[in-house]
């Protein structure tokens, strides 16, 4: 439903084949959110239950699957705390993305199923969380165009 587009693409530009696609268990799911306290949204449960374990060349190299969830909000405040961020993270921030360990990506639990996304990136003198995707389903969907834009210029060197 809200990864629709995502799929399509991620298989038309062959970024993931169909057994590549490894997504979690419902019992998983609802393990991490009892752990956690919270109810994830809609769009980000589809997207663990599609692929939160694997999703072929799609995301490596990102701390962004099932094993590394529990962790990220603890990398997320280290990467904060070391660069002296202003802003802590709000209480009911998901860190759902991690990339190299100096930037990462969230979304509040209580914006909604398919809800905005915010990110820190070392280096770039933020003072506040930037708003980088109006919805979760647009992050990935910019993030398949970011793979094939990469896989291209690999293609044409």
């Known amino acids: 439903m809200y990864l629709d587009t995502v799929k399509q693409q991620l298989q038309q530009l062959g970024l993931v084949q169909p057994d590549e ?20 949204p809609k769009a980000y449960q589809e997207f663990i239950l599609e692929m939160g374990h694997g999703a072929g060349q799609f995301l490596r190299g990102s701390d962004c699957f099932f094993k590394h969830l529990p962790y990220l909000r603890e ?33 509040l639990v209580s914006e909604g199923d398919d809800p905005p996304i915010y990110s820190y990136c070392e280096g770039e003198n933020q003072i506040q969380f930037t708003k980088s995707n ?9 993030e398949v165009e970011i793979h ?3 896989l291209c210029s690999l293609a044409s060197n």
């Open 134 to 142: 109006a919805k979760f389903s647009e992050f990935l969907e910019q």
């Open 75 to 107: 990398w997320a405040i280290e990467l904060l705390e070391e660069n002296n961020f202003p802003k802590p993270l709000p209480n009911d921030a998901f860190i759902f993305f991690m990339h190299q360990g100096y930037q990462f990506s969230f979304f």
């Open 148 to 150: 094939q834009k990469y």
């Open 21 to 40: 696609l490894v997504g979690c268990t419902a019992s998983e799911i609802n393990k991490l959110e009892q752990e956690l306290g919270i109810s994830l």
